[in-house]
């Protein structure tokens, strides 16, 4: 029988452990915008689940004056001084004149952002590309964690060519395995995968998905949406590389229930967004944990 101190030692042991590992987070906040930002109730909770988050890819900013992003960063930063977050945004993207932005609001004490780019490129003018909006790639230096260097590409299909576009972000994966010469990639956002836009049949043709070197860690029986009348696994994480596969922690990838944790209505949480956000851990450095619990 295990000692009650040794049991206490191991908690202590694995609550600091935790403590140094990595969330990554992405959460479309529908028309995230003006209103949205001008709404104190719905911005203490975005704030809320924001600052849970060491990176997080929001979504669905449409912000014509430029000042919802800015009003985020600076109550984000005064309600967490224990940390500096940056952020990092994309122009406003769509073909016509639906236009929404990608926003990277990170930790810039836990993590770097060494390089970025859009796929397709802005400057290739080509009306026939496949993406109602090119993906937002960034690649990462994490000093706290298992694996160190990987790549992210987020994306917001479009829901009516969600399918197409899943399955040319596996071309997509492979520009950046390229030019980066990194097998460690993560996907993720809303791809609209489930429900009323994909068929199971076409799921299972993807090549993100018949390719046993991707881990889709968000899986098709999770719900994303807030709404009691839908049950669909819209928001998802796809994870490639043998090292950023094991420098995941176990169970840790799951939606996170806003609604339930901060004891809100639906409507109140429909105010906030129709999604919740996706999140997954990354395990800490070994060398890390160990020089900083001594």
Known sequence: MRSPVLLMCCLGVFMIATSFSLKICA???KSFGEAKANNKNVMVILIKIISRCDLTLIQEVRDCKGEAIPALMMMLNRFDKSHMYAHLESKRLGKKTYKEQYVYIYRKD???????FYYPDLSEKNETEVFSRPALIIRIH????????????????SPKHAMKE????????QVVKKKWKIEN??????LNADCGYVTIKGLKNLRLRNDPKFHWL?????DTTVRDTTHCAYDRIIVHGKELISGIVPESAQPFDFRKEFSLTQ????????????????????HYFLRNEL
């Not at 994490?142 to 299909?157: E, L, Q, R, Y």
């Open 142 to 157: 994490s000093p706290t964690t298992f694996v160190k260097n990987f790549a992210i590409i987020g994306h917001h299909t």
């Open 218 to 222: 968000i899986t098709d029986e999770q």
């Open 185 to 190: 990639v993560m996907l993720l956002g809303d």
């Open 166 to 173: 899943m399955e040319e972000l596996f071309g997509v994966f």
């Open 267 to 286: 409507q109140e949480a429909l105010d906030v967004s129709d999604h919740y956000p996706v999140e997954v851990d990354l395990k800490p450095s070994h």
């Open 27 to 29: 959460f479309n906040i």
């Open 110 to 116: 836990m993590l770097q952002v060494q390089e970025q």
